[in-house]
């Protein structure tokens, strides 16, 4: 019975390939849940898996000089916001960076979520989900939702012809119906500063 749950959960691991992060809940299907954490525990034990933290592991991504790569952070939160069953918005100097305003990597990634507050160290870098209400969390996962971290983030005064060329870029696939509907309890400057960029009128 043990190796038959170990063997299907290594399989759906596999399948979802190198660089995917998980939680035992993503095997609640395939035995007890004991059975399941002693699974994980011999794959983490035979390096074909890693623990990152407390019930989050990861298949890791291999290179041929570098070796094991560090995971994605990125993928750890989508991973923990499952776990939760919350979303998670990247918010802070991370979304300016993944909307592609800023060429700032930060070492601390910040996500808001309607679930619990939580800080996770992962090796040099840090992931910090931040408790938020429901009407900022409506546009999460969304070009929109990207942009209003990014632009709360950068500071109405340091919005220059540079990021509006790149947040008009960035926003281009939105239609202005889609536009509007994510721009609904977005800051009135935020809201007013997309409208002007993407040629909205009010």
């Given at each position: 019975m043990?190796?038959?749950?170990?063997?299907?959960?290594?399989?759906?691991?596999?399948?979802?390939?190198?660089?995917?992060?998980?939680?035992?809940?993503?095997?609640?299907?395939?035995?007890?849940?004991?059975?399941?954490?002693?699974?994980?525990?011999?794959?983490?034990?035979?390096?074909?898996?890693?623990?990152?933290?407390?019930?989050?592991?990861?298949?890791?991504?291999?290179?041929?000089?570098?070796?094991?790569?560090?995971?994605?952070?990125?993928?750890?939160?989508?991973a923990i916001a499952e776990k939760n069953g919350v979303q998670i918005q990247p918010a802070g100097a991370h979304a300016a960076n993944l909307a592609g305003l800023s060429e700032q990597v930060p070492g601390r990634l910040i996500f808001l979520t309607e679930g619990p507050s939580r800080k996770l160290k992962i090796g040099n870098q840090e992931i910090i989900l931040k408790k938020t209400t429901k009407k900022i969390m409506a546009s999460a996962g969304t070009r929109e939702g990207l942009i209003i971290q990014a632009f709360k983030n950068l500071?109405?005064?340091?919005i220059d012809q540079i990021v509006r060329a790149r947040a008009e870029k960035f926003l281009e696939p939105s239609g202005e119906k889609e536009i509007r509907r994510n721009m609904r309890f977005a800051p009135a400057w935020v809201r007013t500063l997309v409208f002007e960029i993407m040629g909205i009128k009010k």
């Open positions: 043990r190796q038959r749950v170990e063997i299907a959960v290594k399989n759906t691991i596999i399948g979802h390939g190198r660089g995917w992060c998980f939680t035992p809940g993503h095997f609640l299907e395939m035995g007890s849940e004991e059975s399941i954490r002693k699974a994980l525990s011999h794959l983490n034990k035979l390096k074909v898996i890693r623990r990152l933290a407390q019930g989050i592991y990861e298949y890791p991504k291999q290179h041929d000089v570098l070796g094991i790569i560090p995971p994605d952070l990125n993928e750890v939160a989508k500071g109405k005064n340091h």
